[in-house]
């Protein structure tokens, strides 16, 4: 069973910045392709950006490419998603997620553990 807690949520105004962690505990946290998402009101999970076990090869929607950035430190067990150039269409609540024992995947389905979400809001 792993355990995930997301933090570094916040309000920014455009072109502002965000640092966002989800730190691990439980299980094997390297044995884990990891994945953000998000979701706004009304509207289904979206993900946002994926992560290779190593941390070699990264995933991205093509609404954040080069201006979010994900990367992991297995040594610390965490997950990151650096957030700049900021939208207002970027408001939402941030999930990170640990798939199974699968490779790259944007399906939420396909993953297995969940963190409680943090909110990003960003005004113009």
């Known amino acids: 069973q792993v355990k995930l807690v997301e933090s570094g949520g916040g309000s920014v105004q455009a072109e502002g910045s965000l640092r966002l962690s989800c730190a691990a505990s439980?299980?094997?946290?390297?044995?884990?392709?990891m994945g953000w998402f998000r979701q706004a009101p009304g509207q289904e999970r979206e993900f946002v950006a994926g992560?290779?076990?190593?941390?070699?090869?990264?995933d991205y929607a093509d609404s954040v490419k080069g201006r979010l950035t994900i990367f992991r430190d297995n040594t610390k067990s965490t997950v990151y998603l650096q957030m700049n150039s900021l939208k207002p269409e970027d408001t939402a609540v941030y999930y990170c997620g640990a798939a199974g024992n699968l490779g790259s995947t944007r399906r939420p389905k396909d993953y297995v553990y969940w963190g409680q979400g943090t909110q990003v809001t960003v005004s113009s």
């Open positions: 992560i290779s076990r190593s941390g070699g090869m990264a």
């Open positions: 439980g299980g094997t946290f390297s044995n884990h392709y």
